[in-house]
Nanobody, 127 residues
């Protein structure tokens, strides 16, 4: 089992940057596929990015590709989401998630495959 705690959210102007962190407690962090999702007010939770166990493979939603970068440091049990060129439509609560399941471009985008979730961190982008 793993517990996840996100941090790094806040208020930023459009065009600015933020880096989110997700610290994991528990054992064997390096055996988990990690994902970032977001949920805007009144909308469904959506996939943002995911990363493989070693960090060698990454996946992105089309809406963030080229602006966001997911990475992980297994020695620190932490996954990051660097967000650049932020837009007002990036405003949402951002959640990290973990699972030990398979790794492919369809499964990593599926909310239901993730067994562990953080509490979320608010990102607000002002225009």
């Amino acid at each position: 089992q793993v517990q996840l705690v996100e941090s790094g959210g806040g208020l930023v102007q459009a065009g600015g940057s933020l880096r989110l962190s997700c610290a994991a407690s528990g054992r064997a962090f390096s055996t988990y596929v990690m994902g970032w999702f977001r949920q805007a007010l009144g909308k469904e939770r959506e996939f943002v990015a995911a990363i493989s166990w070693s960090g060698g493979t990454t996946y992105y939603a089309d809406s963030v590709r080229g602006r966001f970068t997911i990475s992980r440091d297994n020695a620190k049990n932490t996954v990051y989401l660097q967000m650049n060129s932020l837009k007002s439509e990036d405003t949402a609560v951002y959640y990290c998630a973990a699972d030990r399941g398979p790794l492919n471009s369809v499964v990593v985008r599926t909310l239901s495959r993730y067994n562990y979730w953080g509490q979320g961190t608010q990102v607000t982008v002002s225009s």
